[in-house]
């Protein structure tokens, strides 16, 4: 398993999930990479207190909360903010265009019409 480089969901910066911390995750049956960068994780994990380190269920039911980074629009190219940090290589787009390629396009199929049973040969014989 070779290292693997990971954008931290809280700063945005990339680190590394080393080999040795995915065998470690790998044994502990995780199966998420982590989302966030050590320090950050750290950050956390002091914000937490009573310090109980790995409670037995994987409860983790923190909503992250979202913020945004200013980015633009890859189609219109209008100022606009997205949840997430712009990594450069994949298109941003502002919400209206998101909004016209996801209904976009793909709409108007005439397809699923077949409904009836009358085709396949299982027929009740009286
Ligand atoms: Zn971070
Ligand atoms: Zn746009």
Redesign the pocket.
Known sequence: MPDKNLICRDCGTSFVFTEGEQEFYAQRGFTNEPSRCPSCRAARKTSREGGYAGGGGGGGYERPRREMHPAV?S??G?Q?EVPFVPSGDKPV??S??FETKRSGPSRGGDRGGDRGGDRGGRQRRW
Request: proline letters at 0%.
């Open positions: 629009c189609q219109c209008k606009t787009y502002c209206e265009c």
